[in-house]
Structures are given as structure tokens and as C-alpha cells.
């Protein structure tokens, strides 16, 4: 079974410069989630998609981060203008159920980095 | 959901056991515990979960104490593979899933 699927692995931009990163979650997974984790950090929720509606956004910065998914499947986060403080990893989850004991699946990450 | 409490950072040598507990004295009646990990430059990954009783996988073992205040994730024979940073996470069990990571610990596994 393949797994979240993300991209780009790195990228390096410089301040006030916009930067999109995008995730194909496991086939059949209704719920996406964006997770960011900055370094020595635990990752922290940015947004949860239920299918290509928006379950909670509570700690997405909306002022520059954006995301959507189109068609409730792929989901793309993006970041305009960005900050020196955005460089984190960028984690895309999904999950099967969004009720009970759904497990998360997690991509690798998509690192950026703001100079 | 409710808070937990993990130690930064844990040792352990290569075939012993590895038993890292987790204080979340504040959980709720309907609150699971879960356990995630992150190896080095990946994404986290499942290990296990429970609600009241023991539970046993491939991976692990989860001991929850009867009052459910603590648990300890149990790794009986660890590898230098199992160094990474493990999450002990709480999570109600109904309603949307939405895993709040802390800090965790930190497991070095050594030769």
C-alpha cells in the first residue's frame, strides 16, 4: 500500500518569498490533516480537512498560510509571504476514520527553510 | 484533552527492555492513550493505543495503571532501530481526530 506522498522534500526561499507544498494522502482516507514542526518541537496542528471541507483551522496563521483540498483527496498548503520563523517541517497526515481509534498515517515531511 | 508528561530524554542498551512512562494524571473517561514515535528526518509513526486494559502488537506493549493517571510503553527487546523520539498523546475517543503532539521523549539506543 502506498504511503502519504508529499513534496517537495526541501526547499530553500528567502523571506517574503511564497512557497506551496503538496500531499496525495493514502487512497480512500477522508481526513488530512497539516501538521508543522519547527525544530526540537512536537509537530503542531495548522488543519484538518474532513473529505475537501475544513474541520478545524484554529492554528493556521490565515494572514500567510493558505490550504485547500480540491476534490477531497490531494491538499496543498501554502505560505505568502513567508517568515523567517515558518522554517519547520511540513507534515501531511491522513486517516481513514475521523472518529474512534483512527490511526494517522504521516509523509515524510517537506522541509523549509527561510533565509 | 488532557496534558501528559513524558522525561526529555531515556538510554537504553541494545536487547534490554525499554519502559517509557508517561504521567496524564488529568485524562478524562472517554480519553485514549496513544503512542507515536519519529525516527530521525521522518514522519511520526503509530505504535499503539489503549483505553483502559493492557494492549500487546508487534511493536510494544502499553501498561495502563488502573486509575489511567500513567502509562509505560514497553519495548521488549530494543534495537538501535528504535532510537527515536517518542510521543505518549492523549486523544478523546469520539469526535474528530486531533493529535496534539508534546515534546516526548528522547530514546538512545546503544550498542
Known amino acids: 500500500e502506498a504511503g502519504v506522498a508529499q513534496s517537495p522534500r526541501y526547499k530553500i526561499i528567502e523571506k517574503r518569498q511564497s512557497v506551496a507544498f503538496w500531499c496525495n494522502p493514502i487512497?480512500?482516507?477522508?481526513?488530512l490533516y497539516w501538521y508543522q514542526q519547527i525544530l526540537g518541537q512536537g509537530p503542531k496542528l495548522l488543519i484538518q480537512f474532513q473529505n475537501n471541507g475544513v474541520v478545524d483551522d484554529s492554528q493556521l496563521p490565515k494572514d500567510r498560510f493558505s490550504a485547500e483540498r480540491l476534490k477531497g483527496v490531494d491538499s496543498t498548503l501554502k505560505i505568502q509571504p513567508a517568515k523567517l520563523e515558518d522554517s519547520a517541517v511540513y507534515l501531511c497526515?491522513?486517516?481513514?476514520?475521523?472518529?474512534?481509534?483512527?490511526?494517522?498515517?504521516f509523509g515524510e515531511g517537506s522541509r523549509l527553510t527561510v533565509l | 484533552d488532557a496534558k501528559t508528561t513524558q522525561p526529555p530524554s531515556m538510554d537504553c542498551a541494545e536487547g534490554r527492555a525499554a519502559n517509557l512512562p508517561c504521567n496524564h494524571s488529568t485524562i478524562s473517561g472517554n480519553e485514549y492513550v496513544y503512542w507515536y514515535r519519529q525516527i530521525h528526518s521522518q514522519g511520526p509513526q503509530y505504535i499503539i493505543h489503549g483505553l483502559k486494559n493492557n494492549e500487546t502488537n508487534e511493536m510494544a506493549s502499553l501498561i495502563i495503571t488502573e486509575d489511567r493517571k500513567s502509562s509505560t510503553l514497553i519495548l521488549p527487546h530494543a534495537t538501535l532501530r528504535d532510537t527515536a523520539v517518542y510521543y505518549c498523546i492523549v486523544q478523546r475517543g469520539t469526535g474528530f481526530q486531533k493529535l496534539v503532539f508534546g515534546t516526548g521523549t528522547r530514546l538512545l539506543v546503544s550498542p
Open positions: 497526515a491522513s486517516s481513514l476514520a475521523s472518529v474512534n481509534t483512527g490511526e494517522l498515517f
Open positions: 487512497s480512500g482516507h477522508a481526513t
